[in-house]
């Protein structure tokens, strides 16, 4: 917060010292404003999230996301398989994952509904294990801010992240 220089003024008010500063530009001596420098975790996690929320109107519908920097965001990249019928290799891919990203594994609802949530929660990346996943040995990465979907091999998936999640 903005204190102006109340709180110098008052301290060389009650302790008789000179707290004025000379500017060596233009030879006039005042007492300088402070900006409070408090910093707590509160305001931190305060502007991070009023840094990161936005609410993006689609064609249809409105879509809220949190914009988190990838590494800041509580989910980096969440896995999920089209079909729970395509299960266990969506688990390989998410265990393979998981030992190097904040991860999260979601089956439940359509795919548009698990890409909402995760938008909403801020996850950058998303992975989609289909139904052409065991014979291309590939996934479908989205990417939470552009929305736009790539085909990705498995082997290289880690790499891919990788890239995109630096500072």
């Known amino acids: 917060s903005d204190r102006g220089d109340y709180d110098l003024s008052q301290h060389r008010k009650f302790s008789g010292e000179k707290l004025d500063y000379l500017s060596s530009e233009t030879n006039e001596r005042f007492v300088p404003y402070v900006v409070e420098p408090s910093l707590g975790v509160d305001r931190l996690l305060l502007t991070l ?3 990161a929320y936005e609410e993006e109107e ?4 409105m879509r ?13 990249v ?5 079909s729970r019928q395509l299960s266990e290799g969506a688990k390989e891919v998410f265990n393979a994952l998981t030992k190097l990203y904040h991860c999260e594994y979601d089956e439940s609802g359509s795919i548009g509904k698990r890409y909402r949530r995760q938008d909403a929660i801020g996850t950058p990346f998303c992975v ?3 139904f052409e ?3 291309d040995e ?12 790539e085909r990705v091999a498995i082997k290289d998936l880690k790499t891919y992240l990788g890239e995109r999640l630096v500072f």
């Open 64 to 76: 809220i996301v949190m914009r988190f920097h990838p590494l800041v965001a509580p989910v980096q």
């Open 78 to 82: 969440a896995v999920f398989p089209l």
């Open 49 to 51: 999230l009023v840094d």
């Open 58 to 61: 689609l064609e249809k519908d």
């Open 133 to 135: 996943s065991k014979e």
């Open 128 to 130: 989609t294990y289909d």
């Open 138 to 149: 590939a996934v479908t990465v989205r990417e939470r801010d552009s929305m736009k979907q």
